[in-house]
T-cell receptor, first 113, second 112 residues
Framework: DGGITQSPKYLFRKEGQNVTLSCEQN?????MYWYRQDPGQGLRLIYY???????QKGDIAEGYSVSREKKESFPLTVTSAQKNPTAFYLC????????????FGSGTQLSVL | EDKVVQSPLSLVVHEGDTVTLNCSYE??????LLWYKQEKKAPTFLFML????IEKKSGRLSSILDKKELFSILNITATQTGDSAVYLC????????????FGQGTILTVHP
């Protein structure tokens, strides 16, 4: 089955620790995205990548880093510089083109210990 | 700054009721407006709207866009408990396909 797989489903971070959230897709999509969702708020874009080896900052990139070494994979690292990392993180992908919708993974809930 | 605002933020109804969810936007270089349903984790796609006045329909759900007044509505008729979810409105802007600005979401609760 084609889809987007995020892991882990739940993640706990200690103070000062970097953690990495995994996102893998087998839809052969060119573009991938990371969104953050806080309670009572909509999704906010962290980073996006439209092609392998290239990515751009979204609206709230500070304290996060990404890489796009393979088309299928777009991991997100939450660094110690992100002071409020507790949130629900959603990865998405889309095929580049007009009117192509996003497909979402099932998300990772990150909490701070 | 691009802005998408949804209303109401939450809504409680009984099965069989009809609901209307609103989404207004102020963005530069509008490309399309999308509605998603988020039940537990992954948002699932409902509609994409690009042209004014053309209603999109899927079963009991329908949606329409007004590009002059900069808003969209999502209608759900004969609601069922399975319609309980967060409904997200998002606007695609500029030349970066798939780069979406989301509203806060509307939490819909349907009681039996």
């Amino acid at each position: 089955d084609g889809g987007i797989t995020q892991s882990p489903k739940y993640l706990f971070r200690k103070e000062g620790q970097n953690v990495t959230l995994s996102c893998e897709q087998n839809l052969n999509h060119d573009a991938m995205y990371w969104y953050r969702q806080d309670p009572g708020q909509g999704l906010r874009l962290i980073y996006y990548s439209q092609i392998v080896n290239d990515f751009q900052k979204g609206d709230i990139a500070e304290g996060y880093s990404v890489s796009r070494e393979k088309k299928e994979s777009f991991p997100l690292t939450v660094t110690s510089a992100q002071k409020n990392p507790t949130a629900f993180y959603l990865c998405a992908s889309s095929q580049q083109g007009i009117n192509e919708k996003l497909f979402f993974g099932s998300g990772t809930q990150l909490s701070v210990l | 700054e691009d802005k998408v605002v949804q209303s109401p933020l939450s809504l409680v109804v009984h099965e069989g009721d009809t609901v209307t969810l609103n989404c207004s936007y102020e963005v530069t270089n509008f490309r399309s407006l999308l509605w998603y349903k988020q039940e537990k984790k992954a948002p699932t796609f409902l509609f994409m709207l690009t042209s004014s006045g053309i209603e999109k329909k899927s079963g009991r759900l329908s949606s329409i866009l007004d590009k002059k007044e900069l808003f969209s509505i999502l209608n759900i008729t004969a609601t069922q408990t399975g319609d309980s979810a967060v409904y997200l409105c998002a606007v695609e802007v500029g030349t970066s396909y798939g780069k979406l600005t989301f509203g806060q979401g509307t939490i819909l609760t349907v009681h039996p």
